[in-house]
Structures are given as structure tokens and as C-alpha cells.
């Protein structure tokens, strides 16, 4: 997504710099397309969703675990803490922050396994879709082509459909469309 946000950036930085430049001979042309739903129309997008699903639950049913060993621990401890000498209530005392702490790290540590597991799986989709836009402006004289929305936020304010190259390059991946009317993308708010 940072490799999106920068390209972005960058490609507005350049389309400005160009555009205040003196008039030439060459006619920019602007187009968008909306990552998201490219992605989301791609075949891979399924596995890669039931990956990350199915990762999330083991890891999830891991915590699960050891909160349910802590739990059981911490009742026991409530309930012999008054026959409990100070030696071993002392050691219980320490054994359940042990515990507690391994649970937080269990926890951080399974974020970024997923956070990893997710860059893996969709790295080398993103790469394809971006050679499938790249591809697509070559072929159609685009200068510049823009994304619709980045982090939910949109990029363009207003565009015309015809500049809308997303269904061209999922055609480009192999991929069909899906008929309009269904939800699969935001449309361009006008100004």
C-alpha cells in the first residue's frame, strides 16, 4: 500500500511538473483505475482471502488457547488464595504474569505473522495487476494513470468513465469483468 501511496504521489508530482511546463507538441492523457477493485475481481484474491482467513483462525484458536490455561490458572489461584503459603503464593503470582506476558507477545507476534503472510500472498498480484496497468497505458497513449481511491479516500474528485482503464486491464490479466451493477467498485463522486 506504501508502494501505491508513493506512486501516486508520484505520478500527481510528475503530472503537475508537467503540466506547468511550456506547451509541446505531445497531449497528455489521463486515465484511473481503482486497485481495489482490479484486485478484487482477480482469481487469486479468493485464495488469498481464504489463506489469510484460515491463518487468522489457527492463530487466533493459539491465543484462544493459552487465555483459556491462563484463565484456569487465575481461578485456581483465586480460589486457594487464602490456604496458600507466601512461597507459593509468590510463585503462582509470577507464573501468571509470565503467562500473561507471553499471551500479549502471542498476540503481537501473531499480528505481524499475518501482517507478513498477507504482504507475501498479495506482493506478486499487486506487481502483476501494476505490469497489467502499466501494459494497458502503453498500449493506449496514456501519460499518466492515477488510482481512484487510496485508503478508502478518494484521488479523484471527478473523472470521466471513459478514462476508467480498470476494466481493460483485468481483460489484459486474463480476467472478465464483472457486469455492471454489481458492487464491486466505488463509483466517481462528481464535484
Do not use: C, W
Not at 501511496?5 to 497528455?28: D, E, R, W
Request: proline residues 4%; neutral net charge.
Amino acid at each position: 500500500m506504501r508502494k501505491l501511496v508513493l506512486f501516486v504521489a508520484l505520478a500527481l508530482a510528475a503530472f503537475v511538473s508537467h503540466a506547468q511546463a511550456p506547451a509541446t507538441t505531445t497531449t497528455t492523457k489521463v486515465g484511473y483505475a481503482d486497485v481495489d477493485y482490479i484486485f478484487s475481481q482477480m482469481p487469486e484474491a479468493k485464495q488469498i482471502d481464504s489463506d489469510l482467513k484460515s491463518l487468522q483462525t489457527q492463530l487466533k484458536n493459539q491465543v484462544d488457547t493459552k487465555y483459556q490455561e491462563f484463565q484456569k490458572k487465575l481461578a485456581d489461584y483465586q480460589a486457594n488464595l487464602n490456604t496458600m503459603i507466601d512461597a507459593v503464593r509468590a510463585n503462582t503470582e509470577r507464573e501468571l504474569q509470565q503467562m500473561q506476558q507471553n499471551i500479549e507477545k502471542l498476540q503481537q507476534d501473531s499480528q505481524t505473522t499475518l501482517q507478513a503472510k498477507q504482504t507475501a500472498l498479495m506482493d506478486p498480484v499487486y506487481k502483476k495487476v501494476g505490469k497489467g496497468i502499466e501494459d494497458v497505458a502503453k498500449e493506449n497513449g496514456y501519460t499518466f494513470i492515477l488510482n481512484q481511491q487510496i485508503g478508502g479516500l478518494d484521488v479523484i474528485l471527478y473523472g470521466d468513465e471513459k478514462m476508467d482503464i480498470s476494466d481493460l486491464v483485468l481483460k489484459k490479466l486474463g480476467v472478465t469483468p464483472k457486469p455492471a451493477g454489481t458492487p464491486a467498485t466505488t463509483p466517481v463522486k462528481p464535484k
